[in-house]
Every structure is written in C-alpha cells, then in structure tokens.
C-alpha cells in the first residue's frame, strides 16, 4: 500500500520544512486516529532552553500555536500518549496550560506533585528518569535545579519540557513571543524592554527573543542585571542591558516586568523591593514607550509593587492573553517534539 499523503496547515507545513525527518508537525486532519510516538524509537529532543530549536522552527511553532488558538480541538496529535508534569514548586499558569493543552491534544497529562514520587525518598533523578520513559511520552518539570533539570534529559528516553527551572523559562517566553505576534503581525525587528529583577524570564525571553528577530533591552538595578553564562552567552550579546527604565522603554513596543521575589527569594524580600522601588511598570513608564505599547507581565503579580493595578488591569495591556497563550503555544511545541 502506497504511504497516506500528509497534507499539513500551513504553519505545520512550514515547520515540517525546517525539522529532522523524525519529526513534522501534524494534527488529526492529517494523520489517523490512535497514532502515538513511541518516544523511545527516536532520536529524543528535549526543550529546555529554548536553543534547541532554529529560528525557523521557532517561527513556524508560533504561527501553528496561532492556527491553534483559532481551532483548539483541530489536533488530536497526542491520541494516546501519557504526559508526565513533574512539578517540584507550586504552579498556577504552567499546570493550568501543560494539562489542558495535553487533553485538547488527545492526551492524558499525569501530574506529579512533591511527595508522589520516590524522589522525596531519596531516588536518584537518573533512575527516575529511566523508569518514567517506560511508561510516559515526554516529562515536563518544573524544578528549583538546573542540575536536575540536566539529569533528567541526560537519561530520559523521551522528551523533556523545562517548565521552570532558575536559569530558564523557555515556555513562557513561547508565549510571549506568541502574544508579539498575535498584537503586531510581525516580530522582525520588534522592541521589547524588561524592566526589574533579571531572572530566568528575562534570560528566557533574551535568548528566544533574539532567534526570533526581537530586539530586547534589559533595564536592571545594580546587582540585579542579567547575567551571561554558557551555553547563553552568544545570543545575550545581542541584548542591551540599561540600568535606567525610562530609557530602557523609549520606543519599545511592548513593556514587561516579573515579581520582585520570586520563590527561594523570601529572605531577602525586603531589600529588593527597595532596589527595584525605581523599576515599577507603572503609566507613567509605559507613557515613555512607543505610543502604541503594550505592557506584558508573566505573572502572579503584585500590584503596587512591580506593576501598577491601573496598567495589570488597564487598557494598555496583553497579560490574560499573555497568561492563555501559554497553553496554545505549549500544544504547538508538543506537536513538534512528539508527532512524526
């Protein structure tokens, strides 16, 4: 029998033009029912910075997340397939998005908290990972270790997704690129400015921001500003680092900020809030920007410290589509790391 014909959405197309042979990105128009990779079969990708993918697949996830934020329930690519979301710290956005992503896609996301694994107990991450791949088609975790993190995928036989670790947040820069491009048709030569702590969002959204031809400026406090560290150190040399806000955002696009202490931060809370008191994404930062931006925030938020209620909640942002976007963008990334 001659092999089926794929006919592919246009993104998916176009991905599929910039991927290896063992993986296209495909949806249930184009495939049949009841196919699930088995993971253990190829040659396994993992995401966990987010410099695992070219500029072209990135351009062409982003534009399938699109397609599947206009029709989610158009791809059933993960018929079959079990998802394990491994979450070592508390979540909101990031499970809300990976287990609802994972069922419109077909799937089953099995969520894993602290204390449900031999983990607590004291397994290594390495035998952990060997037995999750007998039984899961890709891992996410969420984690307070980058080494963890790097165990993992160095002996998982699927998959791993970094849903947040302290050097990086890949998926969440996903998403912002998606809501870039879903607000101003083009991210080519679009200005972003981050304006706080720079964390693992900031760095994230750096490294991914320019793959995809963004042009992102970092305004940090002494003390606070993003670092350069391997393997980041190519891309963050193309990112402008700005201590003063104002002129951080000046003809910026789209202005964006995250919590002053993030978790493992609580015993120094109070001094940082003093240092970054000048960063504040407030109106009157926002007024400084290109007269058309937008502001962005990760989120949980604190209002009346690094965001203002009147721009959290205002006309002048894109943060609850920011905050839905993960969920699409994630189900375009499982595409391309699972389906063949």
Known sequence: MAPMALHLPPAAARMQAST??????VSQRSRPAGVCVDSR??????????????????????????????????????????????????????????????????GHALVLRPGELQLARGESVRDTALVLSRHVQAIGLRTGSDADLAELAEYAGVPVINMLSPSHHPCQAL???????????TLAGLRVAYVGD????????ALLGHRAGVEVTVASPPGYALTQGEPDSLALSHVRLEPDPHAAVNGARAVYTDVWVSMGD?????????????????????????????????????????I????????????????????????????????R
């Not at 351009?59 to 599947?68: K, N, T, V, Y």
């Not at 998403?175 to 048709?185: I, S, V």
């Not at 002048?316 to 699972?338: D, F, M, P």
């Open 20 to 25: 290896s042979t063992r993986v296209c990105l």
């Open 175 to 185: 998403a912002d690129l998606m809501t870039l491009k879903e607000c101003f048709g």
């Open 41 to 106: 079969a190829l040659v396994v990708s993992h995401f966990l910075t987010g410099a695992e993918i070219s500029a072209a697949q990135l351009h062409g996830l982003i534009d399938r997340a699109l397609e599947l934020k206009a029709a989610p329930h158009c791809s059933r690519a993960l018929d079959d397939c079990v998802v394990a979301l491994v979450f070592e710290r508390p979540s909101t956005r990031t499970r809300l998005s990976f287990e609802a992503g994972v069922v419109e896609l077909g």
């Open 198 to 205: 720079g964390n693992n969002v900031a760095r994230s959204l």
């Open 266 to 306: 609580e015993a120094t809370a109070a001094q940082r809030r003093e240092d970054l008191a000048g960063y504040r994404l407030d109106d009157r930062l926002l007024d400084a920007a290109a007269p058309d931006a937008i502001a962005l925030h990760c989120l949980p938020a604190h209002p009346g410290e690094e």
């Open 308 to 339: 203002s209620s009147e721009v959290l909640y205002g006309p002048r942002q894109r943060i609850w589509e920011q905050a839905e976007n993960r969920r699409h963008v994630q189900k375009a990334l499982l595409e391309l790391l699972l389906v």
